[in-house]
């Protein structure tokens, strides 16, 4: 376990790396360093090899993508397409629950051989042993829940196609980044489409994709004032009351 001077120091650190941004906008995140950029600018190594006839290189309508007719869709690694989202959900749920009980139990030894009465006798004025034993208990709960959420997202980002699948499947990896007024604007999707869902526009909606991972948020003056401080974080994780 961590010790607390460890933890202090951890803690000035973080707020120093902090302190380098006061006054300025936040950076942009380099593009180079990201999965698009290593997909675009390498060559794969191919499967296989086609074999080209003599004929496609005199053709007038050959099947390349570059071809009048040829499909422009994004297929392979380093092609770029557009995902569109548009998320509208809302959700509305109730629940109500209810116990209750109770529940009496009475005993009384009003002759025993006579040794009530005789203990009556001992016993302080108006002391009876008539009704020795007497419970009384009674119980109840109630509980409420409800939940209500409305969730309204339109959007479009250019994604690139970072990884082919050994049965077809693309692995789609898109960032965006949009800086106002010393405020940045992030968007991010990450995901696996298929070739065939991809339309004729170069376009894929957002349910269409498996494992789908949408990140919209952002960093900078507005954002850090939202949260609540790194001691006040730290001490919520640690109190126990």
Known sequence: MKSPTLIFLMIALSACGRLEDVGKAPNFTPVESGNE???MSSVP???TIAAQKPTQQASLWSGSRNSLLGDRR???RGDILTVVIEINDKAEISNSTGRSRSGSESIGIPSLFGIPQRIDQRLPDGASMADAVSTNSSSSYQGDGSVSRNEKLTLRIAATITETLPNG?????GSQEVRVNNEVRELIVNGFVRPEDVSRQNE???DKIAGARISYGGRGQITDVQQPRIGQQVADILLPF
Request: net charge neutral; hydrophobic share 60%.
């Open 37 to 39: 950029f290593f997909a």
């Open 45 to 47: 190594m191919p499967e």
């Open 74 to 76: 994004a297929v392979q």
């Open 169 to 173: 499947v693309l692995r789609i990896q």
């Open 204 to 206: 894929i909606t957002y």
